[in-house]
């Protein structure tokens, strides 16, 4: 009895039977209660989807839920607005950073802080140092936000909150935009933060980190929660089960038998965006059949390779050649024309349109030509069909077709692009981190799609900053570092720690 | 020779001054995202009710008043159209604007039904600054001029120091830019904006009262003469900065203050046409002004975009 009150007393936040529904019907949180224990890293862990991001959003005020009832230090609380939160010591890392790109680092930090009408930009410098200094972070408070790196933001995100004096510190997937050293500071950021006292909730859909970092994990599954574990009571394989709810597919295993080339790139030069030599001849061949994976850390040309491979970007010297036509600083549309087919990094800005049904997405690259359209009137039921077809296929989950495609999951508008890629027939398909900000399910799904069409004949190229991927998936691996391809190896001849050095520059 | 000068640059600044403060008032708002076309009808509200307060009260400060009222009342259902129900911006000013242009028509034939033009029997006069005034050249420039003229030339600088300097223009021009992120880092987003309004109200309420109570004394709906439209086109020559919507007004001032100068001199069959063609001066020079200073310019991100609570 004792023991339960004093636990109850270290409960600095609680929620109980929060239910949440959106107005398009999708049932975010179920009835969900949740405590978090002072000092303790608390991972909410869960697939796209499960409910997690609606559930921050109802703590911090950004959205108010149905029913349900809110406990800061055993006081019941209305948090009803983002300052409100504030005002409770709830500070959060959006996963979409809440920073204004043209203002500077102090001024971004000054919007959050109780302000005297004269601004006092030097004061809240100084506390901004101050701050940084106390967790051996470095910050300008004068550099604007758009100059600094993703990593750099999230770093002003975390002092920003600080600044606050916030003590419950929440992380909404804080990792999916960082690289593996970023991530590894952050982990330690995190620590030191829990060190001084602070209360630490982390939103992940990734296992490993959930294990690595937390006092105690709860799984949320389609908006309820379904188990709260310690690490040490539990291991990878129960928590992805917990999270997914049926077993994982496994993965195919599978012979390699590569068809003719089809797309062959050769001494391929291109310049970044500050006119810098991003690549610089890079010479590789894709045969029919096979998954050739580019391994790199990011931005060592990767992305400026694809965007030369899909006409995006002008190739300043060199040539592109597909199945003997030369694609060379031919525009998009050609070259989507010919057979090459792109699902990008960035869903939302380059892989679909937010606003356009589901339908129209997925004809985006066909719309024109029949039977979609006969000279210029669409045809409404084909399309239909189509999409139709297409939903079942790829099992999109989406209420209809007509339903505008900003509505959907990451997972299920990545599933959307794949369709409408595959659906063109083409032959070579350029897939760039398809899997990222995707969950456990999604991912694996994703992949066995990539695995099917190697065996159906297409030829892919996979760039990823994800080693696990590339190893997995592909038949050969090319090693990117500063625009050029500096090893290639042999699926079945993989040598981790050469992969690592040659990624890293080391000869 | 000089003297002539002397008396351009002075016109200048009086022209200048209803241009100054509408573009002051304008880059308020647009700072805060929000593109307020409405601001010729607020301009003309500001003028008739000036006139009417002017004309019943006999005080012209009473008028004047009423102008500020007015402008205010103005931006105010702009605000409740585009901010509290989130209409789209460019629709909800430019009907502002036709309401503005017809209410105003209708109730000045309804108020003076026929016979003479009503005028108003004395003007808001120049009111020099002792001292001042008396500096060669500079003197009867800037400092022998109307109440209006010394305003406009304070509030640059202070605007200035209050988008740049205060609390409440940072969080202004971070809704500028992303009224979400605003919104999600704990700013009352719709409160500022209706401040941003209301001073946005009293600068161009006051601009349309000056029409009325200082440069003209009578009403006629076509006094703003598009004035409104060239402060918008200012706002974008000044890069959103008040200062720089001081300099962008007081060039539309003075070519403004040139075709009336050189329509003057003009005697002749043909004079009446050619005023009427140098009138439009000031128009081409927006056009011009804005293919070579508006082609880069980079106005708030969120400039015009609706903003809706998730």
């Not at chain 1, 929620?15 to 398009?24: L, R, S």
């Not at chain 1, 606050?164 to 929440?170: F, H, R, S, Y």
């Not at chain 2, 003479?116 to 003007?123: C, D, G, I, R, W």
């Amino acid at each position: 009895m004792t023991n339960s009150s004093s636990f109850s007393n270290n409960i600095v936040l609680c929620v109980k039977d929060i239910k949440k529904v959106y107005p398009n019907g999708v049932v975010a949180n179920d009835g969900v209660s949740f405590s978090l224990l002072k000092g303790e890293i608390h991972s909410i862990l869960g697939e796209n989807g499960a409910g997690k991001t609606t559930l921050i959003k109802i703590i911090t005020g950004c959205i108010t839920p149905d029913s349900g009832e809110i406990y800061v230090h055993g006081n019941r609380v209305n948090i009803n607005s983002p300052m409100d939160a504030i005002n409770l010591k709830i500070g959060v890392i959006h996963q979409h950073f809440t920073l204004i790109p043209s203002l500077t680092v102090a001024e971004n930090i000054a919007l959050s802080l109780p302000l005297n009408f004269s601004l006092d930009l030097e004061n809240i410098k100084k506390k901004i140092r101050d701050i940084a200094k106390s967790i051996n972070l470095e910050i300008n408070p004068d550099a604007k936000i758009e100059e600094l790196s993703v990593g750099l933001r999230q770093r002003v995100e975390i002092i920003k909150i600080l600044c606050q004096d916030a003590e419950i510190l929440i992380f909404d997937e804080p990792t999916s935009v960082l690289t593996p050293l970023e991530v590894k500071k952050l982990f330690s950021m995190i620590r030191e933060l829990k060190s001084r006292g602070k209360s630490i909730i982390l939103i992940t859909h990734k296992v490993k980190e959930a294990l690595s970092i937390s006092d105690r994990i709860t799984i949320m599954r389609r908006g309820r929660i379904i188990k709260t574990l310690t690490p040490s009571e539990t291991n990878e394989d129960e928590l992805a089960f917990l999270i997914v709810g049926d077993v994982r597919p496994s993965f195919i295993a599978r012979e390699s038998n590569p068809g003719e080339p089809l797309l062959i790139v050769k001494n391929l030069k291109v310049l970044g965006d500050r006119k810098e030599i991003a690549v610089n001849g890079v010479s590789f061949f894709i045969r029919s059949g096979e998954i050739v994976g580019i391994a790199g850390v990011a931005g060592n040309g990767q992305k400026e390779l694809v965007e030369a491979l899909t006409g995006l970007r002008r190739v300043e010297s060199g040539s592109i050649i597909f199945k003997g036509m030369d694609l060379t600083n031919k525009s998009p549309r050609f070259i989507i024309r010919s057979g090459i087919a792109y699902i990008p990094e960035d869903r939302i800005r380059r892989g679909v349109i937010p606003n356009l049904s589901v339908a129209e997405n997925l004809i985006l690259k066909s719309f024109d030509s029949p039977p979609y359209s006969r000279s210029m009137i669409m045809n409404r039921n084909i399309i239909e069909s189509f999409a139709q077809n297409l939903i079942n296929i790829f099992g999109i989950v989406t209420p209809n077709s007509q339903i505008a495609v900003r509505n959907l999951s990451g997972g299920n508008i990545q599933k959307l692009i794949v369709a409408r890629e595959l659906s063109n027939h083409a032959n070579v398909l350029i897939a760039e981190n398809p899997s990222a900000g995707l969950d456990v399910r999604s991912t694996e799904t994703l992949h066995q799609m990539l695995s099917d069409l190697r065996s159906k004949g297409i030829g892919i190229l996979l760039i990823s900053a994800d080693l696990d991927e590339i190893l997995k998936l592909s038949d050969r691996v090319l090693i990117m570092f500063n625009g050029r391809i500096v090893g290639e190896l042999d699926r079945n001849n993989i040598d981790m720690n050469k992969v690592a050095k040659l990624m890293l520059g080391a000869t | 020779m000089i003297e002539l000068i002397i008396g351009l640059l002075a016109t200048t600044m009086a022209t200048s001054t209803v241009l100054i403060l509408a573009s002051i008032g304008e880059t308020i708002v647009e700072r805060g995202g929000l593109l307020n076309l409405s601001i010729e009808g607020t301009m003309l509200i500001g003028a008739f009710l000036g006139f009417l307060g002017a004309y019943f009260t006999g005080n012209l400060w009473l008028g004047l008043l009423m102008a500020i009222i007015g402008g205010i009342i103005t931006t105010l259902i702009f605000g409740l159209l585009v901010v509290k129900l989130n209409l789209n911006q460019v629709i909800s000013g430019l009907a502002i604007n036709l309401l503005t242009y017809g209410l105003c028509l209708y109730f000045f034939r309804y108020t003076f039904s026929q016979g003479a033009m009503p005028y108003l029997k004395e003007l808001i006069y120049p009111l020099p600054i002792p001292f001042l005034s008396q500096i060669p050249i500079i003197g009867p420039i800037l400092f022998n001029q109307t109440i209006f003229v010394y305003i406009a030339l304070i509030s640059a600088p202070f605007i200035y120091y209050l988008l740049f300097r205060t609390s409440f223009g940072l969080k202004l021009r971070a809704i500028g830019e992303d009224p979400s992120i605003a919104y999600r880092l704990g700013i009352n987003v719709n409160k500022i904006r209706y401040m941003a309004l209301i001073l946005e109200g009293i600068l161009v309420g006051m601009a349309g009262g000056m029409l009325c109570l200082s440069m003209f004394n009578v009403f006629d709906v076509r006094i703003t003469g598009a004035k409104g439209f060239i402060a918008i086109s200012i706002v974008i020559l000044g890069r959103w900065n008040p200062i720089g919507a001081l300099g962008g007004a007081i060039i539309f001032g003075f070519t403004e203050a040139l075709s009336l100068w050189v329509g003057t001199l003009i005697i002749g069959p043909l004079s009446a046409s050619m005023s009427q063609l140098l009138s439009t001066l000031p128009y081409s020079v927006a056009i011009i002004a804005l293919l070579i200073g508006g082609r880069r310019a980079k106005g708030p991100a969120g400039l015009g975009s609706p903003f809706l609570k998730e």
